[in-house]
């Protein structure tokens, strides 16, 4: 996710306000720390990895000159959390100095073309080569302004970015862009700030102007101006007045972060589907070869797993076993050998029984594959490949956004593998990636029309002492999803199962009202399910779907109903329907009169066994 900020200030030296400024953005990720100043037309820059006090104690980061500068604190994306890859980068003279918060999709390409021009690059980063584009761009149009030759090369760039540029060749001027990353100045007679959230400059002012995607805003101490990339037309946007307190900024405004991280999922699927083809190409190599693929995880992430495992199985005929971390030294730690494949999945790269797992089949020469949300964790230390899920940082204890982008990278592990080995019609191939792709839409669409209905449903059911969460296939997993989910923050005991299940026992709890959340995609056991439903319903059990759109067989049989958007084939399904369950284990919370972000007896990081 990183954090950016950069200022000019009428008097004094920047380092410090940007130093404490970053310190507010920590939240944002915090890998390694870099601050580049300008004093009397020239560079200084310091950095380093490791969080931004730890850097501050050996560098000092607050003894650079000048009053105008940028600084970044990283949430490592591409490179680990070193200091090589910290920002901000330069070009090939040390001239130019760039933080960058986003993905660069085809710095690859541009890489390599910049490479064969006779540049040298130092870092694993994407961020990379925005500098070195900038000097090529200046070097073969001499008369450029340098604002100009910065507008021409991020036109080149494919992808997300907040930027914030400065250069000895222009000494007075902050230059930033904006393309799906966030961007917004701060703005008081002291000086003028970019930043990539508001909480970086709430205490210096509450002034603030948003940049929108496609802009570019050149800094000065005399104010800012902002104008598009594509065609330098000028935009005129006065500054409004923040309301927030520094801790509703850090939560933008939201009351919670698991609220804000629900909210989040669109921008964060954008990010993960944003993935290198390089990374997912050399996992499906791996899992293409494996004799038998086990996917190990805890929690959520074991959630994930299950699912993948349908996936999997769907898509490229590849079967795989799901299995709970904590479980599996007992339960394969004989069996496992130099022909197994274990795909470990967890959000902090952290947790004990995975990482514990992990060991055993390392220590078997098993192969070992991770899928973490904490680049230079653990599990990407240990493991021989690994992917990032892109999901920025995530603060509330239950895992929301990481599990959606979780499944998002492990449906596109299945697609792929599922190319290789040429199990599945181009049309429906075409069909899948299309449906991935709109994903973030779908669940825009959840979150906006759903959202106050879900608060009702939470308001009624408040108050039940059990609940069950049914789906068949793939959505059992969301099932368990959506009630580990209400258990973990809202207290409620509930239990989950394949809805097939339900009559060979759990049924006999059912009684009058009985609150029965079923997941109900329109696939292939869809009319079964209906049957399911109906045992419920014969029993007294109330009904809660989460329904396709217009899903008019279900909505008659249902006390209440959310619906997803139409058309969402049942291999993708978990990520939009797993969101309203998400929402409504949150606001069951509040109903309660719960904190859903520090529930009882719950840690992010479970780093014990
Ligand atoms: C539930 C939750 C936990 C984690 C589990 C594994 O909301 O967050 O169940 O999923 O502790 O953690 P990671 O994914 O970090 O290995």
């Known amino acids: 996710m990183c954090g950016i900020f950069g200022c000019i200030l009428k008097e004094g030296n920047a380092a410090p306000l940007i130093h404490s400024s970053l310190k ?30 730890e850097v501050h104690k050996i560098l000092n980061l607050d003894d650079l000159p000048g009053n105008l500068g940028i600084g970044h604190t990283r949430w490592a994306t591409h490179g680990a959390p070193l200091k090589v890859n910290s920002h901000p980068h330069t070009d090939c003279t040390g001239e130019i100095m760039v933080v960058h918060n986003g ?3 085809n710095f690859m390409e541009l890489k390599a073309e910049l490479q064969n021009l006779g540049h040298t690059f130092v870092s694993k980063t994407d961020t990379e080569v925005i500098p070195h584009l900038i000097e090529e761009t ?19 760039l494919e992808g997300s970015y907040a930027l914030a540029i400065i250069s000895s060749r222009d000494p007075d001027k902050i230059i930033c862009a904006r393309n799906e990353s966030p961007l917004v100045l701060g703005i008081n007679g002291k000086g003028v700030f970019c930043a990539s959230d508001i909480p970086a400059f709430l205490p210096i002012t509450n002034k603030a102007v948003m940049i929108n995607n496609g802009e570019l805003v050149i800094l000065t101490a005399q104010g800012y101006e902002i104008k598009k990339i594509s065609d330098s037309t000028p935009i005129t946007r006065e500054p409004i007045t923040i309301e927030w307190t520094a801790e509703m900024a850090v939560k933008q405004g939201y009351p ?29 190599t791996f899992l293409d070869r494996a004799n038998e693929v086990f996917l190990v995880a805890c929690g959520t992430s074991y959630h994930a797993c299950l699912a993948a495992s349908y996936m999997f199985s769907k898509l490229a005929f590849l079967p795989t076993y799901p299995v709970y971390a904590s479980e599996f030294v007992e339960q394969h730690g004989k069996s496992v050998n130099i022909d197994s494949t274990i795909l470990a999945v967890s959000q902090s790269g952290e947790t004990a029984d995975t990482l514990a797992a992990v060991t055993c089949a390392q220590q078997r020469a098993a192969t070992i594959l991770g899928l ?16 990032g899920t892109q999901a920025g940082p995530e603060i509330g204890v239950a895992a929301t956004k990481t599990f959606t982008s979780q499944l998002s990278v492990l449906a596109q592990l299945a697609l792929k593998l599922s190319k290789k080995r040429g199990k599945i019609s181009q049309d429906e191939m075409d069909c899948l990636e299309e449906n991935l792709k709109k994903m973030p839409e779908d669940v825009e669409t959840i979150v906006r029309t759903q959202e106050e209905k879900i ?29 580990l ?32 959340v079923f997941i109900c995609p329109r696939d292939d056991s869809h ?38 958007p139409k058309g969402i084939p049942s291999v993708l399904s978990p990520i939009p329907f797993v969101v309203p369950l998400q929402l409504l284990a949150y606001y069951t919370a509040l109903e309660k009169g719960l904190d859903p972000d520090m529930p009882r007896n719950l840690a992010k990081s479970v780093t014990v066994k």
């Open 138 to 156: 200046l070097k073969n149009n001499p008369k450029l302004s340098f604002v100009s030759a910065i507008q021409e090369s991020i036109k080149r």
């Open 256 to 284: 919670h972060f698991m609220i804000k991280e629900i909210h989040e999922q669109p921008e964060t699927l954008r990010n993960t589907l944003r993935m290198q083809d390089h990374y997912l190409d050399l996992l499906t």
């Open 527 to 564: 009319k079964t399910l209906i049957g399911n439903i109906m045992e419920m319903k014969a029993r007294g059990a109330h009904i809660i779907s989460v329904i396709e759109e217009g899903d008019e067989e279900i909505k008659a049989l249902s006390e209440e109903y959310i619906e997803v």
């Open 24 to 53: 507010r953005l920590e939240y944002r990720g915090y890998d390694s720390v870099g601050i580049a100043t300008i004093s009397d037309g020239k560079i200084f820059m310091k950095k380093d990895q490791g969080k931004i006090d």
């Open 485 to 516: 989910k209400l258990m973990e923050i809202a207290y409620i005991p509930s239990i989950a199962f394949p809805a097939g299940e339900s009559k060979h026992g759990p049924i006999s709890l059912v009684e009058n009202g009985f609150p029965v």
């Open 455 to 483: 608060k009702q449903i939470a308001h009624k059911y408040k108050d039940s002492k059990v609940f069950f969460y049914l789906g068949r296939g793939i959505s059992t997993a969301t099932a368990y999803e959506g009630r």
């Open 103 to 105: 993905i660069v999709e």
């Open 372 to 387: 973490t949300n904490v680049i230079g964790s653990t599990l990407t230390r240990i493991s021989r490949v690994y992917i």
